[in-house]
């Protein structure tokens, strides 16, 4: 098969996954400036006049801003100690040997397999016996309890690689192990770093199960329950529901779009050299 040829079919394929991937963002973003009537006229039709109110009206009116300032509160708290504190706990547990490390090690990635849907309960519980229930803070915590085990689990496998010949460098200058973490492991560990932070953003920016079941409050709520309001027994308010799509997928679009190389350098990271 010709060279130009066969560059031609991946290239018709990759466009064809991309128009697949792509075409609900798009279908949405034009619902968002559409209103309900206009959608039930037509469900694909174009935003002709575009209704660039709609976003003001939904952040100021529909209580938007609260449900943004929550979520970007709950999400940047639970990230900045899930890379923290996974990144010392993956430090540890693949530089140092120790009796029970595997053992911990393999709690860590049961907790990976279970369903989270299994710990609602005890979670519901725990929370109100110790008076975070209905509370951010509460939710906070019960974000860093999930992710924590994925985190440590693409952690501990990268930082396992870097070469144990940087440590005992670092020992000879006189580095302390505390310092060999912040100084050494942490600089070198950068694009998983950037990895599990990303991933971390996207699956917690866009959590509903917990939030629905921790989080009853008006003033407490996150966007995943904000959109949840313009859906209705009888009645659905589609274009609004779009709206507030829009505004919760758009922080997520641009933080893949600067960051997205970090991502797949972290993923396909195969050795540190």
């Known amino acids: ?88 706990a993956a430090h540890c547990l693949s530089r140092y040997r120790f009796r029970g490390n595997r053992f911990i090690y393999f709690l860590i990635f049961s907790a990976i397999i279970f369903p989270p849907q299994i710990t609602i309960i005890a979670l519901f519980q725990t929370l109100v016996t110790y008076g975070l229930y209905n509370n951010l803070a509460g939710l906070t915590l019960v974000y860093i309890a999930l992710q924590l085990p994925l985190t440590v689990y693409i952690l501990e496998s990268f930082f396992a690689r870097i070469p144990s010949d940087l440590f005992d460098a670092a020992r000879m200058d006189g580095y302390s192990e505390w310092a060999i973490f912040w100084k050494v492991s942490l600089p070198i560990a950068l694009p998983a770093l950037a990895t599990t932070v990303i991933l971390n953003t996207i699956l917690l920016w866009n959590e509903f199960l917990y939030a629905v079941v921790l989080i ?58």
Do not use: C
């Open 1 to 88: 098969m010709p060279a130009i040829l066969t560059r031609a079919i991946v290239m018709l394929l990759l466009t064809g996954y991309t128009a697949f991937a792509a075409g609900p963002f798009v279908w949405a973003a034009m619902m968002s400036l559409r209103t309900t009537t206009e959608i039930s006229r037509n469900h694909f039709g174009l935003p002709f006049p575009p209704h660039w109110e709609k976003f003001g009206q939904a952040w100021f009116n529909s209580n938007y801003s609260v449900y943004f300032t929550n979520s970007a509160y709950v999400v940047a708290t639970a990230v900045l100690v899930l890379t923290i504190v996974g990144a010392m």
């Open 216 to 273: 009853t409050d008006e003033a407490k709520r996150t966007l995943p329950l904000g959109i949840q309001r313009f859906m209705g027994d009888q009645l659905e308010d589609v274009g609004m529901i779009a709206t507030g799509l829009m505004i919760a997928i758009i922080p997520i679009v641009l933080i893949y779009a600067f960051f997205s190389e970090k991502l797949i350098q972290g993923m396909t990271a195969g050795a540190v050299k």
